[in-house]
C-alpha cells in the first residue's frame, strides 16, 4: 500500500534554532497534512496543504506541498520548549475506496532550553 | 468538553480477555477511525466507518472488531487481547467534506 517516508525520525535541538523535517511518498497525493502530538494527548492538525507548489504558514510553522505531489516539509523558526513532541504528516487522495489519511511514522521533537 | 472523548484513557488486562474502549464525538461528524500508535511506527488504521451503517477495515484490523451504535458513537474490541495489542489507541472524526481528522485524547491499553 501507499507509505509515507518521514525523516528525521527525531531531533534534539538548542531553543532558539530552526528546524526542518520532510516527507516523501512514491505515489501522488492531493492534500498534505501535518500534524502535531503532545505527550499524553491526540494529534492536532497544524497546518493543510491542498495544491501542489502551496506554501502556508501558521505562526512559526510552515509547510509547503512539493510541486511533485510526492512530498512536503515543515519548517518551524526559532524554537522553543513548548514544541517538543512528535510531528506527523499525513497524505490524502480522494479517489480510491478508501479516502483515508496515510501517516508518516512521526519525527519526535527534542528541544533544549 | 472534549470533542471526541475516549474511554478508558487507561486500562490494564489479562491475556484473553475481551475489552471494548469506546469512543464519542459532540462534533456531529459522518466519519469515524480507528487507530493504533505503537513507538516507531506511526499511526495505524484499524477500522473505519463513514456513516452508521458503513464499517470498514483498515490495515490492521486482524484480532479488533468494532461498532458503530449511533453517529456519535464507535466501540472498538479486542475479542480475546494478547500481549502484541498494548499500544496507545486513538479514536478521530472527520466532516465528508473537510480533510482535517479531530484525534481523542487515547486509551493506553497494556494487556499482561
Known amino acids: 500500500g501507499q507509505q509515507l517516508n518521514q525523516s528525521p525520525q527525531s531531533m534534539f535541538i538548542q531553543e532558539g534554532e530552526d528546524v526542518s523535517m520532510n516527507c516523501t511518498s512514491s505515489?501522488?497525493?492531493?492534500?498534505w497534512l501535518w500534524y502535531k502530538q503532545d505527550p499524553g494527548e491526540g494529534p492536532v492538525l497544524l497546518i493543510a496543504?491542498?495544491?501542489?507548489?502551496e506554501l502556508t504558514s501558521n505562526g512559526r510553522l510552515t509547510a509547503q506541498f512539493g510541486i511533485t505531489r510526492k512530498d512536503s516539509f515543515l519548517n518551524i523558526s526559532a524554537s522553543i520548549p513548548s514544541d517538543v513532541g512528535i510531528y506527523f504528516c499525513a497524505g490524502l487522495n480522494y479517489g480510491g475506496s478508501q479516502g483515508n489519511l496515510i501517516f508518516g511514522k512521526g519525527t519526535k521533537l527534542s528541544v533544549k532550553p | 468538553d472534549a470533542d471526541v472523548t475516549q474511554t478508558p484513557r487507561n486500562r490494564i488486562t489479562k491475556t484473553g480477555k475481551r475489552i471494548m474502549l469506546e469512543c464519542s464525538q459532540t462534533?456531529?461528524?459522518?466519519?469515524m477511525y480507528w487507530y493504533r500508535q505503537d513507538p516507531g511506527l506511526g499511526l495505524r488504521l484499524i477500522y473505519y466507518?463513514?456513516?452508521?451503517?458503513?464499517?470498514n477495515k483498515g490495515e490492521i484490523s486482524d484480532g479488533y472488531s468494532v461498532s458503530r451504535q449511533a453517529q456519535a458513537k464507535f466501540s472498538l474490541s479486542l475479542e480475546s487481547a494478547i500481549p502484541n495489542q498494548t499500544a496507545l489507541y486513538f479514536c478521530?472524526?472527520?466532516?465528508?467534506?473537510?480533510?482535517?481528522?479531530?484525534f481523542g485524547s487515547g486509551t493506553r491499553l497494556t494487556v499482561v
Open positions: 505515489s501522488i497525493f492531493n492534500t
Open positions: 478521530a472524526t472527520s466532516d465528508r467534506g473537510s480533510f482535517g481528522y479531530t
Open positions: 462534533k456531529g461528524h459522518d466519519r
Open positions: 496543504l491542498y495544491k501542489a507548489g
Open positions: 466507518s463513514f456513516d452508521v451503517k458503513d464499517i
